[in-house]
């Protein structure tokens, strides 16, 4: 991958606070990548260092090859969105719009054909005279957008840009940010602590966790293929059953539960026979018949409790060792409590977590 945006082994103390540590962390051009962590994993914190509002405590920064740690902010050619919108308010939408590019020293013709662009491309033509103080919040944060892209920032940062936005318009916003970037190829890293919006968007998601990267990769390996319990339990929902890993064969483990049962699951490098790990089971990938069937693995279990949810059924399952969510499609027909049933996966829809 060619390295666009590269943080080479950055850290950050505030005072005795060490909020990033020794984070290394590389971007393509053209890349969409999400910070995706809890609240104070230190997303916000890698992301103005990123664009010279903070400076590393050690490490470097390299934007296309050059280490850009000394650069001043409006020398690094970035456009930056926050959750809040920061418009000026005495502007017009226009005016806001245009702000960056007056900044640079471009000229009125050439201005207001860009701002035009601008004003298409966030679908808000009609409002270029109103002020901020008239619109909605989200189309306060679509000329926050625009006036992010106007000037075509070599990258874009931005900050859980639709955390004020109700769930609808979040969705929408979502899918016109996606859409910008691939129409425009554009560099784009993006903070949230939703995992479902990073899903959503990205290309690579990074997973934080106190500071550090747990884990990146695309949406589906980071759903499929967790790599640590944090991750596992962060991105989606997962069953989460101790067990022993009792052999290892290529990709694949068996596992001993407690209760003697054994499961055959998908593994990674780095574990060992004897090892004690979590099996992370996604509740969808469980499906639950009366009779025992053919699937490789499969769990004696007891109903306790299933529930409508519109879209899916979940269903609370017990057996003499652990408790395990399942969910079902919606055609599913009913489970009722105290029903035997078996709760059967495949190897790949389980994975191994050394603890
Ligand atoms: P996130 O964006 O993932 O929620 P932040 O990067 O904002 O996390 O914060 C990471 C940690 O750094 C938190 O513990 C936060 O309290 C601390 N922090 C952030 N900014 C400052 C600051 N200016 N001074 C001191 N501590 C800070
Ligand atoms: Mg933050």
Do not use: W
């Amino acid at each position: 991958m060619a390295e666009f945006i590269k943080f080479d082994r950055i850290t950050k103390f505030y005072g005795p606070l060490c909020v990033v540590e020794n984070l290394d962390l590389s971007i393509a051009k053209g890349e969409f990548v999400s910070l995706l962590g809890p609240s104070g994993s230190g997303k916000t914190t890698l992301l103005m260092m990123l664009a010279g509002f903070e400076q590393a405590t050690s490490g470097k920064i390299l934007l296309d090859g050059a280490a850009i740690n000394d650069l001043p902010t409006h020398k690094r050619d970035m456009g930056v969105v926050f959750q809040s919108y920061a418009l000026f308010p005495h502007m017009t939408v226009g005016e806001n719009i245009a702000f960056p590019l007056q900044m640079r020293g471009i000229d009125k013709a050439e201005t207001a054909a860009r701002v035009k662009q601008a004003l298409d491309m966030v679908q808000l033509s009609a409002l270029a005279d109103r002020r901020p103080s008239q619109l909605s919040g989200g189309q306060q944060q679509r000329v926050a957008l625009a006036r992010a892209l106007v000037f075509e920032p070599r990258v874009v940062l931005m900050d859980e840009p639709l955390g004020a936005l109700d769930k609808q318009l979040r969705e929408q916003m979502q899918l016109d940010i996606r859409d910008l970037h691939r129409r425009l190829g554009l560099t784009i890293v993006f903070v949230t602590h939703d995992q479902s919006e990073a899903l959503t968007m990205s290309d690579r998601v990074a997973v934080f966790n106190k500071g550090k990267i747990e884990q990146i990769g695309t949406p589906r390996e980071v759903y499929d293929e967790p790599a640590t319990r944090f991750v596992a339990e962060f991105i989606g929902e997962t069953n989460l059953v101790e067990g022993v890993v009792e052999a290892i064969d290529g990709r694949e483990a068996t596992v001993r539960l407690p209760n003697g049962a054994h499961i055959v699951s998908a593994v990674s490098d780095g574990v060992a026979a004897g090892q004690p790990v979590y099996l992370s089971i996604r509740p969808e990938r469980i499906d639950l018949a009366e009779a025992r069937g053919e699937a490789r693995n499969v769990l004696e279990t007891e109903v306790t409790d299933s529930v409508y949810q519109g879209d899916h059924l979940r269903v609370q399952l017990q057996n003499d060792a652990h408790p395990l969510i399942a969910k079902l499609g919606r055609r599913s027909r009913e489970f009722a409590p105290g029903t035997k049933v078996f709760a059967a996966f495949s190897a790949g829809d389980c994975r191994v977590i050394a603890p």
